[in-house]
Structure formats: structure tokens, C-alpha cells
């Protein structure tokens, strides 16, 4: 998904690619000052898309730290989330839970085609996985590759179709099967957050099989 927020919006964006961050973290994300981080949150909290609330941390001064609200949140749509529901509920009332399961499966070996054609020309893991998260970003899922002390994550700070995923959480046992696949059985692939079970992101460690 591109960033395609205006220049007084950024903060919408950083937020929900960061997660909540007290300001001055924000002042620097945005490259400016921490005035000029302040201007713009206030402006967008008084339009409903952010929110503040107070952080006591050992003994330091408190800290206001910002998030996105539930307006804030919906710049980032769930794509055809009523049609996507409603089809949902439609296969499984008239075809029945087979007929759901089977269009869900289809869909992923559609993807596992795609993600294989396109990963293919990449040998090492940390390039496949890096490119995996330019696929998953154009797909909209605000997509990346982080290489952290405990090795690779594949991060999506946004679910597109969180509704349907909500609605059948088969589509999430999908999509992890199929990161699964096309990444090889040389290495486990494990979700540790879940945007459907109440977290910011979906988050998936990608760790070297041992056995």
C-alpha cells in the first residue's frame, strides 16, 4: 500500500506503521521539530484521527504517548469489507462449509503460484523474504522485511480484509500456509501477532528449521 497521505497527515501513517510513540520519537520520524510534531497532532486529534494518553514509565516524568483512533484507523480501509462479508456468509449458507473451505483453498494455491513465480530469481532467505514483503505491500497489507537480533520478521501493519478475516479466520490459516510454502521447508514460519486477535499488526518470525 503507497502513502498516499497528505503532508499534514503523516503522523497517521507513522502511527500506524510504528504503532503508538510519544512525541518526540514522532518529531523525529517526521523530520521536524518537536513544535511542529505538536501542530500537527493536535490538528489531527481535534479532527477525531489520533488520540493521547498518559505513560508513566519507572521514575521519569510521564510521557504522552499517541495512537491512532478507531477514525484514524479507517484511513486505512478494509477492502469491500460489507460485499467480502456478505459473499462470505452467502457460500457458507447456500453451499456450506465444503464449498467456503474450497474457495478459500483455491485462493491460496492462486497466491502460492504467484508468490513462487515472482520469489523464484531469489536464493537467500533474507531477499526472499524482503521481496514476499514488496508483494504483501502492493497487495496493500503496508508490508516489510525486518531483520531483528533474533533473525527475520515479515510485518503487516495492515489487514485489507480484516472483515473476512474476522467473518472465516480460515483465510489467516491461509495465507499463513501459504507463506509457509513458498518460503521452503528449510525454515518455520510462526505468527506471533494477529491483527484479528486484537493486536497492531500481523507479525510472522521466520526462523531456520533445526531439525
Not at 500500500?1 to 514522532?26: F, H, R, S
Not at 531469489?122 to 497487495?139: H, T
Request: hydrophobic letters at 40%.
Amino acid at each position: 500500500m503507497k502513502n498516499n497521505l497528505p503532508d499534514n497527515e503523516q503522523a497517521v501513517w507513522i502511527l500506524k506503521t510504528k504503532g503508538p510513540l510519544p512525541l518526540q520519537a514522532l518529531a523525529d520520524a517526521l523530520g521536524v521539530t518537536t513544535e511542529g510534531a505538536r501542530f500537527q497532532l493536535h490538528r489531527l486529534a481535534a479532527e477525531g484521527l489520533v488520540q493521547a494518553a498518559t505513560a508513566v514509565k519507572g521514575r521519569g516524568r510521564p510521557q504522552q504517548i499517541w495512537s491512532l483512533t478507531d477514525k484514524g484507523q479507517a484511513k486505512f480501509p478494509d477492502t469491500h469489507a460489507d460485499l467480502t462479508v456478505r459473499l462470505i456468509n452467502s457460500i457458507r449458507d447456500t453451499l456450506g462449509e465444503s464449498a467456503l473451505e474450497a474457495v478459500i483453498k483455491s485462493q491460496q494455491q492462486n497466491s502460492i503460484r504467484k508468490y513462487n513465480t515472482e520469489l523464484k530469481q531469489y536464493p537467500a532467505l533474507k531477499d526472499k523474504v524482503a521481496a514476499l514483503a514488496g508483494i504483501r505491500n502492493s497487495e496493500g497489507y503496508m508490508a516489510e522485511c525486518i531483520e531483528d537480533e533474533q533473525g527475520l520478521l515479515l510485518v503487516e501493519n495492515h489487514c485489507p480484509i480484516c472483515a473476512a478475516a474476522k467473518s472465516c479466520q480460515n483465510f489467516c490459516k491461509a495465507e499463513l500456509e501459504a507463506f509457509q510454502s513458498v518460503l521452503g521447508k528449510e525454515v518455520i514460519v510462526n505468527r506471533i501477532d494477529h491483527i484479528v486477535q486484537g493486536a497492531r499488526r500481523c507479525a510472522y518470525r521466520i526462523s531456520p528449521r533445526t531439525i
